[in-house]
């Protein structure tokens, strides 16, 4: 609703080509906006805006990052030098002092419109393999396996119908930053030939599957 809202917004203050050009164009589409009503006070209300989101977002990076990567590191799909906690504040300190530089980096050094476009590549590489978990789940562990808390009347309908979206939003991101597609999906490419070829052997599978359940079907 929101992108639907700034969609319509933009487009009818803003000629399409200053909103289609990532050079020269809008990065910040809806500040600009504001700008051209003539409005200070949405102008003022959009940076307060804009600030609380960049907060936001650094909180993120510092904190979900950091404990993603403590989490690894704890099952050995990282070095398990990142699993350390701190021993007073109890924190995943060695994760967060290592990518404390990293997100200064994109964020000081980066074009915004790159640094946000990577940001929702990787989150849609996310989405991506979400269906395709659902699918394989429900194959593996079919309904009348194990106890589950809620069943879907309509799989597998939801996992094409988001599948569907991803499709759509990937050819749509192509258009516009085509190389940075192809350099997300190279840079996933290498990272994934990495753990299979050399990360994976220092994982513990054994301590990854405690909970009661029989062996997924097909294994």
């Not at 659902?134 to 799989?155: C, N, V």
């Amino acid at each position: 609703i929101a992108a639907t809202l700034t969609w319509y917004v933009c487009s009818g203050l803003m000629p399409w080509e200053y909103l289609g050009d990532g050079v020269n164009g809008a990065v910040a589409p809806l500040f600009s906006a504001a700008q051209i009503s003539g409005s200070s006070a949405l102008v003022w209300l959009l940076g307060i805006g804009t600030l609380f989101a960049t907060l936001a977002s650094a909180n993120g990076c510092i904190n979900d990052a950091s404990r993603a990567w403590f989490s690894m590191g704890r099952d050995h799909y990282l070095p398990a030098w990142f699993g350390a906690v701190h021993p007073v504040y109890r924190t995943p300190y060695r994760a967060i002092i290592f990518l404390v530089p990293i997100a200064l980096i994109f964020a000081l050094g980066a074009p915004l419109d790159q640094v946000i476009t990577f940001s929702i590549l990787s989150g849609l590489l996310g989405y991506t393999f979400m269906p395709i978990n659902m699918i394989m789940f429900r194959k593996k562990w079919p309904l009348d396996t194990i106890k589950r808390g809620y069943e879907h009347p309509l799989h597998p309908l939801p996992a094409i119908s988001l599948m569907a979206l991803c499709s759509v939003t990937y050819f749509a991101v192509f258009l516009g930053y085509g190389t940075q597609l192809i350099a997300m999906i190279g840079f996933y490419i290498v990272v994934s030939l990495w753990f299979h070829f050399w990360r994976y052997r220092f994982v513990k599978r054994a301590d990854q599957f405690t909970m009661p359940w029989p062996r997924p079907r097909g294994y």
